[in-house]
């Protein structure tokens, strides 16, 4: 069987979330919080390069920039108080 590469990148894209929640779920407390916001930001930074390529709709990147702004300041802040 062949394979298609960009499918195979895709997919490779795809999954990378889960297996970043994996370690952040292992680790738990603050840790593993830090840990899912860094990824939240990393998937930003994806998307915006995926809006900027024109493979995702502009609107898409107005609206996931506030939301993950939202997510990411409590998961910081669970953690902080985790910590503390």
């Known amino acids: 069987m062949l394979r298609d590469d960009a499918s195979f990148n895709a997919l490779g894209r795809s999954v990378l979330p889960s297996l970043l929640a994996l370690p952040a779920a292992a680790f ?9 916001a860094l ?7 994806y998307d915006e390069s995926e809006v900027r390529a024109k493979r995702l709709p502009p609107w898409y990147q107005k609206l996931r920039g506030p939301l993950t702004a939202i ?14």
Not at 28 to 36: F, K, Q
Not at 39 to 45: D, R
Not at 77 to 84: D, N, Q
């Open 71 to 84: 997510v990411v300041a409590c998961l910081l802040v669970g953690a902080y108080i985790r910590h503390h």
């Open 39 to 45: 990824g939240f930001c990393g998937l930003l930074v």
């Open 28 to 36: 738990g407390g603050a840790l593993g919080l830090v840990l899912l």
